[in-house]
């Protein structure tokens, strides 16, 4: 009886964790829809020289290998290991990311808000 109960919960969690998932980046690429201007946000990555530290897929030349890949940003659980990944907190995170990991290689780069929210858009719409 013990072995079936056990079994029963392997198969509750086969079943319920890729559910969850599933839920959570519908609900991050849904959210990014709202939160800002997706095509806008690959120029600004550009403008402001994210490129020079991140590969990000879609943004001519954006090649570089100091920071981490910016690919499939919205199925990340986390952004630099510390914040939860939601749209809220990658702005923070790209407007001062020093203020969540001090002394880490990325500097703030003055962005404002909607800029910010543009950048956070594209980086969930990269599949
Ligand atoms: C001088 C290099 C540099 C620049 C310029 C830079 N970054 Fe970063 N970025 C990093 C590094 C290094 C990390 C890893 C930080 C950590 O994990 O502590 C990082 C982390 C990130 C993360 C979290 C990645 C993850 O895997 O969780 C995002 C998102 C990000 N950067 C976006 C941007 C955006 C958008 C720009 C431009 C506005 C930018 N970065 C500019 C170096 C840079």
């Given at each position: 009886m013990r072995g079936g109960l056990t079994l029963l919960h392997s198969w509750t969690v086969l079943l319920v964790l890729p559910l969850v998932s599933a839920c959570t980046q519908q609900s991050t690429q849904t959210a990014a829809r709202q939160i800002g201007n997706a095509s806008r946000g690959a120029g600004l990555i550009s403008w402001y020289g994210c490129s020079a530290c991140h590969s990000v897929?879609?943004?001519?030349?954006?090649?570089?290998?100091?920071?981490?890949?910016?690919?499939h940003f919205s199925h990340r659980g986390y952004i630099a290991g510390v914040?939860?990944?939601?749209p809220d907190n990658l702005v923070m995170w790209i407007r001062n990311p020093q203020k969540f990991?001090?002394?880490?290689?990325?500097?703030?780069?003055?962005?404002d808000d909607r800029d910010a929210h543009d950048i956070a858009a594209y980086l969930y719409s990269i599949e």
């Amino acid at each position: 009886m013990r072995g079936g109960l056990t079994l029963l919960h392997s198969w509750t969690v086969l079943l319920v964790l890729p559910l969850v998932s599933a839920c959570t980046q519908q609900s991050t690429q849904t959210a990014a829809r709202q939160i800002g201007n997706a095509s806008r946000g690959a120029g600004l990555i550009s403008w402001y020289g994210c490129s020079a530290c991140h590969s990000v897929p879609g943004v001519p030349g954006a090649d570089a290998l100091v920071g981490p890949p910016l690919d499939h940003f919205s199925h990340r659980g986390y952004i630099a290991g510390v914040l939860h990944n939601s749209p809220d907190n990658l702005v923070m995170w790209i407007r001062n990311p020093q203020k969540f990991v001090p002394g880490n290689a990325m500097p703030a780069l003055g962005i404002d808000d909607r800029d910010a929210h543009d950048i956070a858009a594209y980086l969930y719409s990269i599949e």
